[in-house]
């Protein structure tokens, strides 16, 4: 085995023992199978490894697992978090004050509030209304998710104390399947508690630092958004810092993400393999290659410094001085095994890194440039070498990060090769000319402002692109949560086209059986599923009705909820349209979080339970009370406007939902509201109060309380009945099946 193949060999033992710490089982397992198969490969098979490189290897991925479980952040015994659980015990909502550290720059969050991470040392109890400082006092560590006013978070800088009055929590474990879990992303950032902050106090002013990154690199986003305005200037910046390092407006930044152009935002090997090209370029036959390697070295740490040390570019640079070194030494480098020593490094500095999705994309788009793209190339003879480029580099990237794109986030992006293809020109010139116009502005903004004037035109070429993209219909296509042994089949499939040549020359093959392995089980998941779910949301009632490709969708919540709630949902679902969309509320539907949803995944019919409601891009039809709508084997009864009432069956399983609305009141006495109720075998309602009488009425078998306080009383009536209650804040989505089983998302989280 080469030096060469030898290092790769047990840096990827490395990552593969990091990587099955997803589960104990599967770790020790491979463990134990591994040690005789150790033994054995080498006398069975003659292009193995020697049995020595394998017990090295295993004894590195040992290491590595227990390195990672070590590095995993842990609550220590003062930690803030432990106080929030002690009042969160108690039933009582305590205001506080937390002093300490901010520990990041502050991020404009889509509520326009200000965030930071905050490095606690002190915590004060607030004493009656006067917001003064209590007895209770104690020392305390730990990092919170602080949120402030907008106003409050302006001018902080990692370092400055503060002092913050308001109210904390414990982050909540994701509720929803294909939601975002915000209890894991404080976790693995090291933080267990988040704060809701009304006031912040800086004590000492003079504490502010004279020079920091942070400060230089606004200083370069004021001087290139001062003649491009927002949201040209931002998007300038950002494709030369990265996202992280400026706040672009959301909607943008969506944009971009939705046509597969995330990585033009990102910081990463193109910037640096830019600066590393000028550099060379204009030092070449001037200066020695020493020289020449102190200032690429000098220039990429600029350029880490002003990004905010993020993984991708951490991981780029390392690259780019393994580059340098071997220009240094007279030395030519292998880049495959660069590659995988600069990602080792990384993952020996941070192991947590190996499930940062940024990190793992970055690296395989790398990876995919270095080994892929020349036999792409060779694919394209045919064509001229500057349009086979333009194809062969986005494709290559694309090959190798399409699984994990998948895999996380469940939608491909449809028409993300010719975006890419279109705007790779615009993306380079962009970004060479924003490097350019940050380091002018860095030394006089004005000047700067002058350069990055230069950039509107291309800069708007580019958004108008991306634009028209998103316009096109489909420009996003659902394909579910794949299994993870989908996932390891894919990447399966692409190694073995890399390493064996006749995959290679077969190449259609492995394609169609990659696009079987994915589409297949979806295909066939569509023609036979059937179930209804209660999504966990604080401020609507929420249903997903799902039959056999056709969806039915019950309230979309208010914007966020739409956003955060209701599309990742369908998105985990493969559902790319709704068929039918059911706005509870008689007057005012919630058009906003409508068309936001809409933007992203068609509606194709829009109802509301009483008088239709007309906008300028959405038509709700109404749902006739007392009149039976039959949609495929699902049939919808609207029995009441006010409090909407409505019936779901489906004949052929014998299943009755009636679903009560928010605004329902007590439903005491009358035969009126008794009439409008009938026997269901679920009852899904708000939470408020219900009659005996109507509970007799309705002879519930399972009750599902879309809130976090139901009505006591009710309940105590309905666990008499011996009626399964469940809470969709306590027990997170609710999904039936035909088979009758009801399953609560979090019942494994209780």
């Not at 937390?98 to 326009?112: A, E, F, K, L, M």
């Not at 030369?240 to 390092?245: E, F, I």
């Not at 640096?272 to 090209?277: A, C």
């Amino acid at each position: 085995m080469r030096n060469t193949q030898a290092a790769i060999f047990l840096c990827l033992a490395y990552v593969i023992g990091l990587l099955v710490t997803f589960n104990p089982w599967v770790r020790w397992g491979l463990i134990i199978v591994a040690i005789p198969l150790a033994w054995q490969l080498p006398r069975r098979w003659k292009q193995s490894p020697p049995w020595q490189y394998l017990a090295v290897a295993i004894a590195i991925a040992t290491c590595a697992s227990i390195y990672l479980e070590w590095r995993v952040p842990k609550i220590a015994a003062n930690d803030i978090s432990t106080y929030v659980a002690a009042t969160a015990e108690r039933g009582t909502t305590q205001f506080t004050i937390v002093q300490g550290t901010v520990d990041s720059y502050p991020r404009i969050t889509r509520n326009q509030n200000s965030q930071f991470w905050l490095a606690a040392t002190q915590l004060n109890e607030i004493q009656g209304n006067n917001l003064r400082p209590a007895d209770v006092s104690k020392a305390v560590s730990g990092r919170v998710y602080v949120t402030v006013p907008l106003q409050s978070g302006t001018g902080l800088q990692p370092g400055v104390e503060v002092s913050i009055t308001g109210t904390l929590y414990l982050p909540q474990a994701n509720a929803n399947p294909g939601g975002f879990s915000f209890r894991d992303y404080l976790s693995q950032s090291g933080g267990f508690a988040g704060m809701r902050g009304v006031q912040l106090r800086v004590p000492d002013e003079s504490q502010t630092q004279q020079w920091s990154w942070g400060k230089l690199r606004q200083r370069i986003a004021a001087a290139q958004v001062k003649w491009l305005d927002v949201p040209v200037g931002p998007l300038v910046t950002a494709m030369v810092l990265g996202a992280d390092a400026v706040d672009l407006p959301f909607d943008l930044h969506d944009r971009f993400v939705r046509v597969g152009l995330a990585h033009a935002l990102a910081a990463s090997g193109f910037q640096v393999s830019l600066i590393l090209g000028a550099i060379l370029s204009l030092t070449r036959n001037r200066l020695s290659p020493v020289a020449q390697s102190n200032i690429g070295a000098l220039a990429l740490l600029i350029f880490l410094g002003l990004t905010g040390f993020q993984a991708a570019v951490v991981r780029s640079v390392v690259m780019g001085m393994a580059v340098l070194i071997g220009l240094r030494t007279q030395r030519q480098i292998d880049p495959l095994s660069s590659l995988f020593l600069a990602g080792t490094l990384l993952l020996i500095i941070n192991p947590l890194w190996v499930w940062d999705v940024g990190f793992e994309l970055s690296f395989l788009a790398t990876l995919g440039l270095i080994v892929t793209v020349e036999p792409i190339q060779a694919k394209l003879d045919w064509l001229p070498p500057t349009i086979a480029e333009l194809i062969s580099v986005p494709l290559a990237a694309t090959i190798w990060t399409l699984p994990i794109q998948l895999y996380v986030f469940k939608v491909f992006p449809l028409y993300a090769l010719p975006a890419n293809i279109l705007t790779s020109p615009l993306i380079s010139i962009v970004s060479i000319g924003g490097t350019v116009a940050a380091l002018v502005g860095a030394i006089l903004p004005i000047a700067g402002s002058a350069v990055s004037w230069l950039l509107y035109l291309p800069t708007w070429l580019l958004i108008g692109i991306v634009d028209l993209f998103n316009y096109l219909p489909g420009a996003s296509f659902a394909v579910g949560q794949l299994g993870l042994w989908q996932l390891i089949a894919l990447y399966g499939i692409i190694l073995g086209v890399w390493v064996v040549p006749k995959w290679q020359k077969n190449w259609k093959l492995p394609l169609v059986g990659g696009l079987l392995l994915v589409l297949l089980p979806l295909a066939i998941l569509k023609t036979t599923e059937l179930q209804i779910t209660a999504l966990a949301s604080k401020d609507r009632q929420i249903l997903v009705i799902q039959d056999r490709g056709q969806t039915i969708l019950v309230n979309s919540g208010n914007e966020s909820t739409a956003r955060f709630v209701v599309q990742p949902f369908l998105q985990q679902q493969a559902v790319n349209h709704v068929d039918r969309a059911i706005d509870f509320n008689p007057n005012l539907p919630a058009l906003n979080s409508w068309q936001t949803l809409d933007r992203v995944i068609p509606i194709h019919n829009f109802y509301s339970i009483g008088n239709s409601q007309t906008n300028s891009t959405i038509k709700f039809e109404t749902l006739p009370i007392g009149k039976t709508q039959i949609f495929d084997r699902i049939e919808i009864t609207a029995l009441e406007a006010s409090p909407p009432i409505f019936q779901i069956d489906i004949p052929e399983v014998g299943q009755k939902w009636l679903a009560i609305g928010s605004d329902t009141g007590d439903l005491t006495q009358s035969a009126i509201d008794l009439q409008h109720l009938v026997p269901a075998q679920t009852l899904y309602w708000s939470g408020g109060r219900l009659t005996e009488r109507s509970i007799a009425k309705i002879n519930p078998q399972v009750a599902i309380a879309a809130t976090s306080n139901p009505d006591p009383e009710t309940v105590k009536l309905l666990e008499r009945k011996q009626v399964r209650v469940y809470y969709t804040s306590r027990d997170g989505a609710i999904q039936w099946t035909p088979s009758g089983k009801f399953q609560p998302y979090l019942e494994g989280d209780r």
